[in-house]
Every structure is written in C-alpha cells, then in structure tokens.
C-alpha cells in the first residue's frame, strides 16, 4: 500500500528516476499490486520503468484487465517479448481474456517452439486440466543411471516448472513412475531410475475438469500433479500454485453465485457501472417474477385475511425464518458438493437427514413463535396456526434447500446456481400458501 502511493506521487512529479529506484528492490507480485492501483494512464508508464526480467514476473501476476490494457498501451515488440518470455499455461490464461483478432497476431508472432506449446493447450476445452496444465517438466527413463539423469536435470531445470517431482516415461512417453528430487540425490550411484522409482502415480485425464485436478492434489498434497491423455502418454503437469489460482476462482464463482449474482472474470469493481448493473439485473428480475407468486397466494386467500386481519402480522416472521432455515440448508449442501465432501450417491440420506434437522429446528422455534403469537393476538386459534405453520415451513425449506442442489447436480448445472435468494423466494411463496391454507382450517374449526 506504501509502496502505491509512493510510486503515484513520484510519477505525478515525473520523477521517473526515482519511481525506477522505489521499484528495484520490491517483489514482483507487490510491484504487480502497486501498478494495479494506479490511475490507467499511469500503469504503462510505470511498467516500462522495470527491467526485462522483472517485466516477465510482474506481468504475470497483473489482474487480467490490466494486462490487457498494457498490451493495449506498450510497443508490438514489448509484448512479444513479454508474452513469449512466459510460462505456456500463464500465457494461454492471457489468450483466453484477450479478443480472438489479438490472440491470433500474437500466436503469429511467437517463436516457433512456444507457438506449438500454446497452441497444445488452446487445443483443450476451457475449464480442464488440459487447458491449465504446463509442457514444461522433467522427465526421465527407468534405464538411466543417477549421474545420467542429474546431468539431465542440471541442463532442463531452467526450461522446467519443477523438479521436485520428476516423472519417469517409457519410449511412447508413457507415464510408468515418479521419483522426487530427494531421492534422485541419495541414491546410489551404481542404481538406475527404475530402481528408485514409484509406481504407483497419482495422474488425471487432460478432460478432467480444472475443479477435479484441484481437489486431487489437495486430498494427497501434492506439489504437482502429471496430467495424461487418453493413452496415459504424460503431456504436462498442474502445479499447486494453479491450483490456488483455480480454488480463488471457483470460491468467487460460487460466492458469486450463492448472492445472485452472474459471474464474471472481469474485476467487479474495475467494470464499467452500467455492465454491473446488467449483469446484476437478471437474476432479480428472475426473483421479481417468482415473488409475484406470493402475491397470487394471498390474494387467493383474501377472505381469510379479511376475517382475521392479526393473521398478516405474522407473515414476515414465518417467511424470514423458513428463508433462514432454507438458505443454510442450501448453503452446507452447494458447499459440500463442491469439495466432493457429499455426492450424489448419497443424496437420499442427506435429504433426510436434513429434513430432521429442519424437524428440530422447526419444533424449538415453533414452541417460542406460538406462545409469542398468544401473547400478541391474543388468540388461541391463531397462535397454534403460527406454531404449527412455522415446524410445517422449516421441514419444507430444510429439505428443499438440500435438495434443490441435488437436482442441479443431477442436471449437470452449477449446484451454486440453486443459491439461497432463489430457495428464499420458493419457500416465501410455499410458506404463506401452508400457513393460510392451515389457518383457514383451523380457524374454521375454532
């Protein structure tokens, strides 16, 4: 934060010299910080003061939409430098936020070996391991000697996104085993690879989505995980630092998605207002449609309403708490999903066992609502109804709130499309039309 407001002053003093030595000995992720925060017409500027090397690092750390306008903004040879200095996966992250016409100029240009490596993993569908994985690792064979493959490693450990994993490949670059750094080093001299190797090697599919890669490498803390392609032929890696790129991305999408909210990759707050208001706008005119429902129900219950006017006072309490107990079902239950914590296999039981818990929580609360209800209408009738309409809607928005995500998985769509304004607004509609449909009964027989 220092840092930003230091470099702003002094390029707005044109004090060129002096920005150049603020940025010298900060890290590039924090120099990446810096320029983000400031003004457009600054952040050119500001790139250019850095050397090549640091360049290459900061730009690929920029937010998307600033790499873009300094793509926008620098020389043509800049950029070619820059993007054909970059890691094949971060560049292809690049391609895919840029317009198609300026992709296919840069791919033009680049090197003939970087050309093929970017074009390998544009050739995979967005959101797989295939698409996010990097060509860039060390392989080894069984036959070789310990001296043999270090001397390999001394040569390709630049060109290589790690080498704490090594990964062993047959002539067919088959993946046959994996054998970490340490113990390549402490081996024998006189041992082969296929001495010290593991064979037993956690891999995933290049059609595997991006999500499942993530999940994988957590479950068996892994630095890097190989990816294969249909013929388990070893074609790249994941590396744990994408990983973390993908878990930010997923958890915004679904936070995003849990408030109503259309997903974008854009910086919500970098985005034009109008934009965000377009995109914020249909899933509340959704929502507006859906709750004119509620207005059906109780106009079709008007003559209830008209006899026992107290009856209305307690509608905000019943549909606020059943919205309550629906989005914490929905939440736990979208949330599970996605870390494959629960699985469709065993929505039956979690169904159930949700709809007990609502149960539970409909029964401590109802206990409260109708002696609260006696006390304010004064009105046996009328309490019971409250009571007993409240247990009624908290089984309903517990289980509904399960189970739609369920329904979405099962469709094959977004679990966390099912989000808690959308289960808030069924259970409103189906509450009031419990709640009035029990009082006219009960009433009546009062």
């Given at each position: 934060?220092?840092?930003?407001?230091?470099?702003?002053?002094?390029?707005?003093?044109?004090?060129?010299?002096?920005?150049?030595?603020?940025?010298?000995?900060?890290?590039?992720?924090?120099?990446?910080?810096?320029?983000?925060?400031?003004?457009e017409a600054m952040q050119a500027i500001a790139f250019r003061l850095l050397p090549k090397n640091t360049a290459i690092d900061v730009y690929e750390n920029l937010d998307p939409s600033v790499q873009q306008i300094l793509i926008e903004d620098l020389k043509r040879q800049d950029v070619l430098d820059i993007?054909?200095?970059?890691?094949?996966?971060?560049?292809?992250?690049?391609?895919?936020?840029?317009?198609?016409?300026?992709?296919?100029?840069?791919?033009?240009?680049?090197?003939?070996?970087?050309?093929?490596?970017?074009?390998?993993?544009?050739?995979?569908?967005?959101?797989?391991?295939?698409?996010?994985?990097?060509?860039?690792?060390?392989?080894?064979?069984?036959?070789?000697?310990?001296?043999?493959?270090?001397?390999?490693?001394?040569?390709?450990?630049?060109?290589?996104?790690?080498?704490?994993?090594?990964?062993?490949?047959?002539?067919?670059?088959?993946?046959?085993?994996?054998?970490?750094?340490?113990?390549?080093?402490?081996?024998?001299?006189?041992?082969?690879?296929?001495?010290?190797?593991?064979?037993?090697?956690?891999?995933?599919?290049?059609?595997?989505?991006?999500?499942?890669?993530?999940?994988?490498?957590?479950?068996?803390?892994?630095?890097?995980?190989?990816?294969?392609?249909?013929?388990?032929?070893?074609?790249?890696?994941?590396?744990?630092?994408?990983?973390?790129?993908?878990?930010?991305?997923?958890?915004?999408?679904?936070?995003?998605?849990?408030?109503?909210?259309?997903?974008?990759?854009?910086?919500?707050?970098?985005?034009?207002?109008?934009?965000?208001?377009?995109?914020?706008?249909?899933?509340?005119?959704?929502?507006?449609?859906?709750?004119?429902?509620?207005?059906?129900?109780?106009?079709?219950?008007?003559?209830?309403?008209?006899?026992?006017?107290?009856?209305?006072?307690?509608?905000?309490?019943?549909?606020?708490?059943?919205?309550?107990?629906?989005?914490?079902?929905?939440?736990?239950?979208?949330?599970?999903?996605?870390?494959?914590?629960?699985?469709?296999?065993?929505?039956?039981?979690?169904?159930?066992?949700?709809?007990?818990?609502?149960?539970?929580?409909?029964?401590?609360?109802?206990?409260?609502?109708?002696?609260?209800?006696?006390?304010?209408?004064?009105?046996?009738?009328?309490?019971?109804?409250?009571?007993?309409?409240?247990?009624?809607?908290?089984?309903?928005?517990?289980?509904?709130?399960?189970?739609?995500?369920?329904?979405?998985?099962?469709?094959?769509?977004?679990?966390?499309?099912?989000?808690?304004?959308?289960?808030?607004?069924?259970?409103?509609?189906?509450?009031?039309?419990?709640?009035?449909?029990?009082?006219?009964?009960?009433?009546?027989?009062?």
């Open positions: 934060m220092l840092v930003r407001s230091q470099l702003q002053v002094l390029l707005e003093q044109q004090n060129l010299q002096g920005a150049k030595a603020l940025l010298a000995p900060v890290k590039p992720v924090d120099i990446a910080d810096a320029i983000e925060g400031l003004p993007v054909d200095s970059m890691s094949p996966d971060d560049r292809v992250r690049l391609f895919d936020e840029l317009p198609a016409k300026v992709v296919r100029q840069l791919l033009q240009q680049l090197s003939p070996e970087e050309r093929q490596a970017t074009a390998l993993l544009l050739g995979y569908e967005s959101g797989t391991a295939g698409r996010i994985m990097t060509p860039e690792y060390a392989a080894l064979k069984e036959g070789w000697s310990i001296p043999q493959a270090l001397d390999y490693i001394r040569r390709t450990a630049r060109t290589s996104e790690t080498v704490y994993y090594l990964y062993v490949i047959d002539t067919a670059r088959h993946l046959t085993g994996i054998l970490s750094l340490r113990d390549l080093v402490t081996g024998r001299p006189d041992q082969t690879i296929g001495d010290l190797m593991t064979r037993e090697v956690v891999s995933i599919k290049t059609d595997a989505d991006q999500e499942e890669a993530a999940q994988v490498i957590q479950r068996y803390d892994l630095l890097a995980l190989p990816v294969v392609d249909a013929e388990d032929r070893l074609v790249g890696i994941v590396t744990v630092d994408d990983v973390m790129d993908i878990l930010e991305q997923e958890a915004t999408e679904d936070i995003y998605a849990l408030g109503g909210l259309q997903v974008s990759r854009e910086n919500y707050f970098q985005t034009n207002l109008f934009k965000v208001a377009r995109q914020r706008v249909a899933w509340l005119l959704v929502l507006l449609v859906t709750n004119t429902l509620t207005i059906a129900v109780l106009r079709s219950q008007e003559a209830i309403l008209d006899q026992v006017v107290a009856l209305a006072f307690f509608i905000p309490l019943l549909i606020g708490s059943g919205g309550n107990v629906g989005a914490q079902s929905s939440t736990v239950t979208i949330r599970s999903l996605n870390t494959g914590e629960i699985t469709s296999r065993t929505a039956a039981r979690i169904i159930g066992r949700e709809t007990v818990v609502g149960l539970a929580l409909g029964l401590m609360l109802g206990i409260l609502v109708t002696g609260w209800a006696y006390v304010l209408a004064d009105s046996a009738a009328i309490a019971f109804t409250v009571g007993i309409s409240l247990v009624a809607i908290s089984v309903l928005a517990s289980t509904t709130g399960t189970a739609l995500p369920f329904l979405f998985q099962r469709l094959g769509l977004d679990p966390a499309l099912m989000s808690a304004p959308f289960i808030t607004t069924v259970v409103d509609v189906l509450g009031v039309l419990i709640y009035l449909n029990l009082a006219t009964y009960l009433i009546g027989l009062a």
